[in-house]
Structures are given as structure tokens and as C-alpha cells.
């Protein structure tokens, strides 16, 4: 995952806190969670069980990420073969809804899509979802070269992440642009609040703790020119 390439911030808290030991390594942009070891307050990545308690967003990566979520605008072809090919190599996570008016930020959603199948970057839907205009929310897998031109690795020092007994820079207030949000549910209005903690990403509902909106609020859902997720941490 990745803070948004684009000057789209305004920061007003940063602090550099310690890593858990246990937590390996996390990207910029993850949502990060206050834990103990031992007596030692730390950080790591959230994991989306309940009870976290959120610490703020990961800054300053020293290496570019190996994937990125994507908003894919597309048609369903008229007749057969009904396959979307997108412009990213292989998809995971993959849901899309059906767009039932408007564009951008202000595409009106509709209900799921289910598609026959998806492999590499081709989606295959069904026949009776031809015509069908569809939103793709995914998380693509990046090649070494696509990552270093999209997300060149930050000038504060060394390639490397964020592991085992560093020290992370962590933003706490302010605007923020990341792409560490879950592409299985729907992201349109610039008015959601409802955010909880996944598997080192921003979800909402689950069983991940609620992020209330006296905490953090979403100020922009991302969009296929701007697939980065806006929150304002308080």
C-alpha cells in the first residue's frame, strides 16, 4: 500500500514511535494500531481484530509497494465475448458494482456484479450483464518497474521497509491520501464515516474496530482518476 503520489496533504501531526518486533514490516499508507510488548508502548499494522486501538497512518515508506488498489471504470460488451480487459496485470480482490448513474465522484452505485471469472487482468462476466456500465474496485499487483516509476522509494533513506526494531514515522493529524483501503466493499460518497480496521487496511463494518468520526473522517472516496482514499485524521 501507498500514500498518494499527488501534493493532496496537509499535515499537522507527526510522530516517530517504535516498531513491535513482532510486526515484520508495513508499507506507508497502512493504518497502524497502538500495542504493548512487554512493558514497551509500540505500533504495528493493523490486523482487523477487534478491540485495536488506531495510532494513525504509516509515512515516510523506503520501499516502493508490490501492489496497489484500483477504481476501474468499463462496459460490459453489447455480445459475447462479455470480458473487460483492465490496464493492470493480475486482480485480487476484486468486487464491482453496477453504475446506475453519474461518473467519478459522483457515480451513483448500484448492486453487485458477479462475474464468470477473472483471470490476469480480464475480467469475464455473464450475458446478462451486457451493456451493464460497471465500477471495478481491486487490488492490482505491481512489476518491480511499475512500482519504482509510481511510488519511487522515499529519499529518506535506504530501500527497505518498515521491520523489526526500527522506528516508524506515523501521521496522526491531518489530511492523508492512501491506497490502504478494502476493495470488497463500496467506496462512492465523499459523506462515509462508518470506517473500522481490516487486515492492514481501512473497511467499513466487519468485525474491526469502529473509527469513530471524531477520530478520522473520509473526505474523498477514491475514484478511477484519483484511486486513493481521503481521510482527515483529528
Not at 53 to 76: C, H, N, Q
Not at 135 to 160: D, E, N
Request: aromatic residues 8%.
Amino acid at each position: 500500500m501507498a500514500l498518494s503520489p499527488l501534493s493532496r496533504y496537509d499535515f499537522q501531526g507527526i510522530q516517530d514511535v517504535d516498531v513491535a518486533a513482532a510486526a515484520g514490516f508495513f508499507y506507508e499508507g497502512v493504518p497502524l494500531v497502538h500495542t504493548m510488548e512487554g512493558s514497551k508502548a509500540v505500533v504495528a499494522a493493523a490486523t482487523g481484530g477487534a478491540g485495536e486501538v488506531f495510532a494513525g497512518i504509516a509515512y515516510k515508506y523506503l520501499e516502493s509497494p508490490p501492489s496497489i488498489t484500483r477504481v476501474i471504470d468499463g462496459v460490459v460488451p453489447a455480445s459475447a465475448p462479455y470480458t473487460i480487459t483492465t490496464p493492470y496485470g493480475t486482480l485480487t480482490g476484486t468486487t464491482i458494482y453496477a453504475i446506475a448513474s453519474g461518473s467519478g465522484e459522483d457515480a451513483v452505485l448500484g448492486s453487485v456484479v458477479t462475474p464468470s471469472g477473472v483471470s490476469g487482468a480480464v475480467i469475464t462476466f455473464n450475458a446478462g450483464d451486457a451493456g451493464t456500465n460497471v465500477r471495478i474496485f481491486a487490488t492490482v499487483a505491481l512489476t518491480g518497474l511499475q512500482s519504482a516509476m509510481l511510488f519511487p522509494a522515499g529519499a529518506g533513506g535506504p530501500a527497505g521497509v518498515v521491520e523489526t526494531y526500527k522506528r516508524a514515522s506515523v501521521a496522526t493529524r491531518g489530511d492523508i491520501w492512501t491506497s490502504a483501503w478494502d476493495p470488497t466493499v463500496s467506496w462512492v460518497a465523499a459523506t462515509i464515516n462508518n470506517l473500522s480496521l481490516g487486515a492492514g487496511v481501512f473497511t467499513r463494518g466487519g468485525s474491526g474496530a469502529a473509527l469513530p468520526p471524531s477520530r478520522i473522517q473520509v473526505i474523498g472516496a477514491p475514484t478511477p482518476e484519483h484511486p486513493f482514499l481521503g481521510v482527515r485524521l483529528l
